[in-house]
């Protein structure tokens, strides 16, 4: 009769246990759209830390948006300093977004 050693095949099956785990989480967190997100959002997904985007285009400074003059686009809320801002915005959104998801 064969002996089974238990302490071999228990390391062995944690090893490939944790190698698993590990090799799914580093696929799952490189996948595209996971590795972060696409727009940098607050907790409260606004885009941009509130500030009116196209303020920074036809101004050419940082003015704080207001949630009164809101849009929704490409998962982020996005505030500003008036609606005439909002409605340039909503009108071509890739012109106005910052770069790189505002990262």
Do not use: C
Request: no cysteine.
């Amino acid at each position: 009769m064969t002996k089974i050693d238990f302490t071999s095949l228990s390391r062995i099956l944690t090893s490939a246990i944790l190698g698993f785990l590990t090799v799914t989480f580093l696929l799952n967190w490189t996948a595209t759209g996971n590795a972060f997100e696409r727009i940098n959002q607050t907790f409260w997904g606004v885009a941009i830390k509130g500030y009116d985007t196209v303020a920074y285009h036809t101004e050419g400074r940082a003015i704080k948006g207001q949630p009164k003059y809101s849009h929704e686009w490409n998962d982020a809320k996005w505030y500003f300093a008036s609606a005439e801002n909002r409605d340039l915005f909503a009108a071509d959104p890739e012109r106005y977004a910052p770069q790189y998801g505002g990262y």
